[in-house]
């Protein structure tokens, strides 16, 4: 069983895009380097920045969520952006649409 997490976030303001982007990026990298990440993924999607990534457990995803560039976006968030996310468990990779539905249907804002 996989676990796919979901988010959609929107920037705040225009001056806080660069602070928003700095983090974005260094996530993904961290993402994509993650162990237990099979694959992670960004689009914008009617003017939400969305992730999609799929991870072999949830404890994978808890575990990068915590640490590194991640944590440090967290630490951040509230200054930069609003948004919401969600995660599920999948027999398989999602595609985009689905995920996107899941999230419209189950994201818990933050």
Same mark, same amino acid.
């Given at each position: 069983?996989?676990?796919? =997490?979901?988010? %959609?976030? @929107?920037?705040? *303001?225009?001056? #806080? !895009?660069?602070?928003?982007?700095? &983090?974005?990026?260094?996530?993904? /990298?961290?993402? +994509?380097?993650?162990? %237990?990440?099979? =694959?992670? $993924?960004? @689009? /914008? !999607?009617? %003017? ?5 990534? !799929?991870? @072999? *457990?949830? $404890? $994978? ?9 991640? #944590?440090?976006?967290? +630490? $951040?968030? #509230? ?9 599920? +468990?999948?027999? &398989? ?10 999230? @419209?249907? &189950? %994201? +818990?804002?933050?």
């Amino acid at each position: 069983m996989l676990y796919v =997490s979901v988010t %959609g976030l @929107r920037v705040k *303001s225009f001056w #806080r !895009i660069p602070l928003f982007w700095r &983090h974005a990026l260094a996530s993904m /990298r961290q993402a +994509k380097r993650a162990p %237990g990440n099979l =694959s992670a $993924d960004a @689009r /914008r !999607i009617d %003017g939400v920045q969305h992730t999609l990534s !799929i991870w @072999r *457990s949830r $404890d $994978d995803m808890r575990a990068f969520m915590s640490t590194g560039a991640h #944590r440090a976006a967290m +630490k $951040d968030f #509230r200054l930069m952006a609003t948004g919401s996310t969600c995660g599920f +468990k999948a027999e &398989h990779p999602p595609t985009w649409d689905e995920a996107i539905a899941y999230w @419209r249907a &189950h %994201g +818990k804002a933050y």
